[in-house]
């Protein structure tokens, strides 16, 4: 009964299994019910994202390269400032598909060497006038192999860079608006956001840092993953940075750039000199103080204890240490080799038992008289001028420009780096004056890259997670199956076990069992009598007799059997 009654258990708890396995991968299949679930075929299914026409001023997705080719400049020029043999930009540009692939058909710009220099750039469709719509600037970049030193940013170039003969001259003091993008060398890691700014006095450009970003950035340089830079430039002088969509650094162009964009009102007077008489001393010496006549400078720190006493019993004979008396030179030594040979020396056992042993000398005290170097007191000094500043004169070079915005217009993008890693590939770049234009772009482009990267590292654990999540029933079903199961432990474990019945005849007779060990011992034993037989017929047949003899069995200190020794069968007494 009992082995009936775990194989329903059995069978239910599988039909509850099997039932919520089906009802998984039929929901996974079928998506009647208003559940979708995209299959790994149609995951891997890319086509190059598109823009309507007229919303970006520069939409790449290197999908195509013929049409890369017909756009992008490579650039012919050397860098400036550095040797002849390494000045060149040879570095090479190539369209590849990842070294990690997320979608077959999706290609990239990839920096395919190491150490050398390199630069790539193209005209946008129409030039970005900074007129009061925003700035936005968006693209991809994967460090396939992580980044140790170099820089993946991207360049906007000024006005003045037109055609593809420009382009190919394009180098590292080719005029740019705006640096945007990562940089690392060693543990020194940035995100810039460099603006040049035009002087509206006298036409000079200066480069305005930004401050840096507030969040930690080190995972984007190792973790070899897709990672998605956005800059936005507002027309009322504020900024955001973005990495992956979240915000990372923000401000103001006014306030929050080094050097500032306006300079102060005033400065120091580049001509006003401190005059040669001017005090800036707080304290002095004090002139009229003189070293009194008992001051000894001569006087040592400490001196001997003139009070001290050398103690009784002090044995000045005896050293401190002394030969072990007990030690016998090795039987293996070779004076010749090893030298004489000396007992080791241990405590002399007589200074133990005596306050000192050896040369008494009184100790040291510090010396009373002792003064030290005298020196004259410091008192205020009545000449005293304060600190020296030279005076404050209006700034000859102040001018007040509120809006940092109106930037030089930008007429194309490259691309002017050296990186220490290879298989820099970029990707997915946007120029345009709508913020709902990238966010667009960043959906049709970059978050499925991202979904499809985490669904691929998702554990079988993980996955089930998340289809219970989005479908609440499969909690039900799991509760009711783990229920089973819990049932199932428990009456396997505590419920009753087939050979009760067994294990109770024993306690309840003395006859042998067809497997007891000492069988042929217990036949020499004395013989069971009538009256025994039927009292065991008699405990079978009535219940309450059972239960007496058990108990009255249980309670009788058992005896060894005749002739048994140690470790053999102990058997209880019978009951006449």
Not at 25 to 47: C, L, N, P, Q, R
Not at 84 to 97: S, V
Not at 174 to 180: E, G, K, N, Q, V
Request: aromatic share 8%.
């Amino acid at each position: 009964m009992a082995s009936f009654s775990r194989k329903v258990y059995l069978v239910g708890a599988l039909l509850v299994l099997v039932y919520t396995a089906g009802v998984v991968k039929a929901e996974s299949e079928d998506g009647d019910d208003g559940v979708t679930v995209e299959t790994v075929e149609e995951d891997d299914e890319y086509h190059t994202p598109q823009l309507s026409p007229g919303k970006a001023h520069l939409v790449e997705t290197f999908d195509d390269i013929n049409s890369f080719k017909k756009r992008w400049v490579k650039s012919e020029a050397k860098k400036q400032g550095v040797d002849e043999n390494i000045a060149k930009y040879d570095g090479k540009w190539e369209i590849q598909a990842p070294s990690r692939k997320i979608f077959k058909e999706d290609l990239g710009l990839v920096l395919t060497t190491e150490a050398k220099h390199a630069a790539i750039s193209t005209l946008l469709d129409k030039p970005f006038d900074f007129s009061g719509k925003p700035l936005v600037v968006q693209y991809e970049v994967t460090m396939q192999e992580g980044q140790n030193c170099g820089g993946a940013y991207i360049k906007l170039l000024s006005r003045g860079t037109n055609s593809r003969a420009e382009l190919r001259q394009f180098h590292d003091q080719t005029a740019y608006t705006i640096m945007f993008g990562p940089d690392k060398c060693g543990n020194d890691n940035k995100l810039h956001f460099i603006f040049r700014h035009t002087n509206p006095r006298n036409g000079t450009i200066e480069e305005k840092h930004s401050k840096k970003p507030t969040a930690r950035l080190d995972d984007i340089y190792k973790d070899k993953e897709p990672h998605l830079y956005t800059l936005i430039v507002r027309p009322d002088n504020t900024f955001s940075v973005l990495v992956d969509n979240k915000e990372v650094n923000a401000g103001s162009l006014l306030d929050d750039f080094t050097p500032p964009v306006n300079p102060p009102e005033e400065i120091d007077d580049p001509n006003d000199k401190k005059p040669e008489d001017w005090d800036e001393r707080e304290k002095i010496v004090d002139p009229s103080a003189r070293k009194p006549e008992d001051w000894d400078e001569d006087a040592p720190a400490q001196i001997v204890d003139p009070n001290a006493v050398k103690p009784d019993g002090w044995l000045d004979d005896e050293p401190d240490m002394i030969p072990d008396p007990e030690a016998v030179k090795p039987e293996d030594w070779d004076e010749e080799m090893d030298g004489s040979w000396e007992a080791p020396l241990i405590d002399n056992p007589k200074c133990s038992a005596a306050p000192g042993c050896g040369t008494w000398s009184a100790p040291t005290i510090t010396n009373p008289n002792y003064r030290g170097i005298w020196r004259a007191p410091l008192i205020p000094n009545p000449n005293y001028l304060g600190k020296w500043t030279p005076k404050r004169i209006p700034n000859p070079h102040y001018f007040r420009d509120d809006h940092p915005y109106k930037m030089t217009p930008i007429h194309a993008v490259g691309f002017e780096l050296w990186s220490m890693s290879p298989a820099l590939l970029f990707d997915n770049l946007l120029v345009t004056d709508d913020v709902g234009v990238a966010e667009e772009w960043a959906r049709l482009t970059f978050l499925p890259k991202r979904a499809k990267i985490s669904r691929d590292s998702e554990s079988v654990v993980e996955r089930a997670l998340q289809f219970a999540g989005d479908n609440p029933w499969v909690y039900g079903v799991v509760i009711v199956a783990a229920f089973l199961l819990v049932g199932l432990a428990a009456y396997a474990c505590c419920g009753p076990r087939a050979s009760d019945d067994s294990d109770a005849d024993a306690k309840k007779t003395d006859a042998l069992l067809e497997d007891d060990p000492h069988a042929s011992d217990a036949e020499d034993d004395e013989p069971r009598g009538k009256g025994q037989l039927e009292h065991d017929e008699q405990a079978h047949s009535d219940h309450a007799e059972q239960t007496e003899d058990v108990t009255a069995t249980e309670q009788t200190p058992l005896v060894d059997t005749e002739g048994a020794g140690d470790g053999q069968r102990k058997r209880k007494p019978r009951k006449e």
